[in-house]
């Protein structure tokens, strides 16, 4: 995952993809898996935040993870992008985040 985000953002200021990078897992099923996994451990970070300035990095990191996970879903099989939604979207892992953080 990280060669793929370093060879396609090479023009990305580097405080943006070193934090895209560092919250790669060490293991996960598919690239577009770890790139959505990393978007959400940002997002987690994000909403235990204060809402100040030191989120918006983690933030903006986690939506470039995020479209870069439908991405990588959408050139390996774009039947999968629907899987990858249902799975990682508001209706799964990111919905369920958002929730425990609300008290929902």
Known sequence: AEAWLRERLADA???LLDAMVAALPYHAESLPDALAGAALALYQQVLVG???REDALPLLAADALMTHAFE???E???GGV???AACWGAHG???ELAGSTTGS
């Open 72 to 74: 990588a879903q959408a």
């Open 50 to 52: 204060d809402g100040g």
């Open 93 to 95: 892992r990111l919905g």
């Open 82 to 84: 629907a899987r990858l």
């Open 76 to 78: 390996l099989d774009t």
């Open 13 to 15: 200021p580097p405080v």
